[in-house]
Nanobody
Framework: QVHLVESGGGLVQTGGSLRLSCAAS????????VAWFRQAPGKEREFVTC????????TYADSVKGRFTISRDNARNTVYLQMNSLKPDDTAVYYC?????????????????WGQGTQVTVSS
């Protein structure tokens, strides 16, 4: 069982940066693939990025590639999402999710554990 808590959201201007954190409970966090998803108002939740348990493999949605960076510190049981060059289209609730696997997954149905989400608002 993994309990996830996101933090770091807020209001930022276009072009600004934010760093989100996803803190996890549990002693074997390094066994879990972790992803960030986001859901904008009136839209379906969409995949943003994911990272393998060791941190060596990452995948990004095309919409954030080159602007967002996912990383993790397994000693702190935390995954980070550094978001740079933010745009109004990045406005959404951002969720972290985890699955006990070493295989990449970009489908939310494949993730077993979810945080409560953190709001990111980018003003134009």
């Amino acid at each position: 069982q993994v309990h996830l808590v996101e933090s770091g959201g807020g209001l930022v201007q276009t072009g600004g940066s934010l760093r989100l954190s996803c803190a996890a409970s549990g002693r074997t966090f390094s066994n879990y693939f972790v992803a960030w998803f986001r859901q904008a108002p009136g839209k379906e939740r969409e995949f943003v990025t994911c990272i393998s348990g060791s941190g060596t493999n990452t995948t990004y949605a095309d919409s954030v590639k080159g602007r967002f960076t996912i990383s993790r510190d397994n000693a702190r049981n935390t995954v980070y999402l550094q978001m740079n060059s933010l745009k109004p289209d990045d406005t959404a609730v951002y969720y972290c999710a985890a699955r006990r696997s070493n295989r990449i997954a970009i489908t939310e149905a494949l993730y077993d554990f979810w945080g409560q989400g953190t709001q990111v608002t980018v003003s134009s």
